[in-house]
């Protein structure tokens, strides 16, 4: 049986060598880039030792930095939180925020143990913390436990936040 000349099967082959390819294909360089991202944020949270007497271990993603511009994201700074609490034993939550455009920044948390938990209610606690202390959150993400907010009102919210869960 002869296959017709304009046969699928060459370019099919051709695909299946292209993915034997060890090198890093366009789509992957953006993944990468965002998990270097993600690292960088996560190792300079581990260096930054912070408050021991809070209820949660907070970091900031600073701006101005390399990785701010990726990881200012509800997903990627997710998988920061739990780089971090992975990192110090996942027995405090982890709250993060990063910059945002217009003077805005996005808060995110995880509980102490999110392997074993299937709930994360930081999403209410923040909107208890923000409506005792007047802060302006907003949920314009998917994820439940992230608000954005004005930068200027993220320490009143940390102070509320603090106060609510100590």
Request: proline share 11%; hydrophobic share 60%.
């Given at each position: 049986m002869a296959l017709p000349s304009e046969s699928p099967l060459p370019a099919a082959f051709q695909q299946a060598l292209a993915s034997l390819d060890t090198s890093c294909p366009p789509e992957a360089?953006?993944?990468l880039a965002c998990l270097r991202a993600v690292a960088a944020a996560a190792a300079a949270a581990l260096q930054d030792k912070g408050s021991a007497a809070a209820p949660f271990r907070y970091?900031?993603?600073h701006e101005g930095t390399p990785e701010a511009n990726i990881v200012n994201e509800p997903f990627w700074l997710s998988v920061?939180?739990?780089w971090v609490s992975l990192a110090t034993g996942a027995t405090r939550p982890v709250v993060a925020s990063a910059p945002r455009?217009?003077?805005r920044c996005l808060v995110l948390a995880i509980p102490p143990r999110y392997t074993s938990e299937t709930r994360n209610l930081f999403g209410a606690a923040f909107e208890t913390a923000a409506s005792r202390c007047g802060v302006e959150a907003t949920r314009e993400h998917?994820?439940?436990a992230a608000v954005t907010l004005p930068?200027?009102?993220l320490p009143m919210l940390l102070d509320a936040l603090t106060a609510l869960l100590s």
């Open positions: 360089a953006g993944a970091f900031k993603v920061a939180c739990r455009p217009a003077a998917f994820a439940p930068a200027a009102q």
